[in-house]
């Protein structure tokens, strides 16, 4: 059964930072190019960031500079550090893992991060 779990979300003041992770079971983590997506309300649900399983990087243009994508692939765990908060950055959160090979796609449930002004 595959399970990807979100947490670390929160309600956080602006400019502070919070850390998100994703801990995956039941895929082969290594060879998954795993990425964090948000939805705020009322929008549709964005890119934020993706790793692959060599470990290159991608990030939205509004997270650039604030937020870092890393992969733990002894842990089967990803994260999001997020530095520098802002209101709009409000949204819930989640993860997706794409098989390298196959592109099976799974999600996560989510974790909600509030940024207050």
């Known amino acids: 059964q595959v399970q990807l779990v979100e947490s670390g979300g929160g309600l956080v003041q602006a400019g502070g930072s919070l850390r998100l992770s994703c801990a995956a079971s039941g895929i082969p983590f290594s060879i998954n190019v795993m990425g964090w997506y948000r939805q705020a309300p009322g929008k549709q649900r964005e890119l934020v960031a993706t790793?692959?399983?060599?470990?290159?990087?991608n990030y939205a243009d509004s997270v650039k500079g604030r937020f870092t994508i890393s992969r733990d692939n002894a842990k089967n765990t990803v994260y999001l550090q997020m530095d520098s908060l802002k209101p709009e950055d409000t949204a819930v959160y989640f993860c997706?893992?794409?098989?390298?090979?196959?592109?099976?796609?799974?999600w996560g449930k989510g974790t909600l991060v509030t940024v207050s002004s």
């Open positions: 997706k893992s794409r098989h390298q090979y196959y592109g099976i796609e799974y």
């Open positions: 790793i692959t399983s060599g470990g290159n990087t």
